[in-house]
């Protein structure tokens, strides 16, 4: 009997000693995977300083905006000088960029142009009509009726036919939307 106690004890520590390896090599992680997960947390921590800080920023920014509203000059007019003028800064800006390099390189699209100029193109018209026009980068005949119709709203003859003409009504409605 004393023997089976003994032999039982033994049994019941091999079974805890396997299941404790078990569990140790289960949850063991390599220590790239650890380094790749600290390196995960430390990329969090720094993205959230930087939103903090652009937002910090952004506030200041909004604040020396306001401060520096041109106060009405001393002939009544609300015009400010030439000195105070900064460029505008629009909702649209990168399109707006894109659209006056295309003016600026003499850039025409008709169907079958490819491109990422064409992309461009397909990008004002998904924000035009507020539509989810692809951008392939292939001007087709969705473009082409788009840009026709663009044209005709815009009293430019509907040949949906893309040129300097046309790009510059798109910047120009592009800049009324702020």
Do not use: C, H
């Amino acid at each position: 009997m004393e023997k089976f106690k003994s032999i039982l004890i033994v049994l019941i520590i091999l079974i805890l000693t396997i299941v404790a390896a078990y569990w140790a090599f289960a949850t063991l992680e390599p220590g790239s995977l650890s380094a790749s997960k600290q390196r995960e947390a430390d990329l969090l921590k720094e993205n959230q300083a930087l939103r903090d800080q652009v937002s910090k920023l952004e506030n200041q920014l909004s604040a020396l905006q306001s401060e520096s509203q041109p106060a009405p000059s001393a002939s009544g007019t609300d015009q400010p000088s030439v000195q105070n003028q900064t460029p505008a800064s629009y909702k649209y800006q990168d399109l707006i960029g894109q659209l006056q390099k295309l003016i600026s390189d003499k850039v025409v699209m008709k169907e079958k142009s490819q491109g990422t100029r064409v992309g461009t193109v397909q990008k004002f018209l998904q924000t035009y009509g507020n539509t989810s026009i692809k951008v392939d980068n292939d001007y087709g005949k969705g473009t082409v009726s788009a840009v026709a119709a663009f044209q005709k709203a815009e009293g430019l003859s509907p040949d949906g036919n893309a040129g300097p003409a046309t790009f510059q009504k798109m910047i120009d409605w592009l800049k009324k939307q702020g």
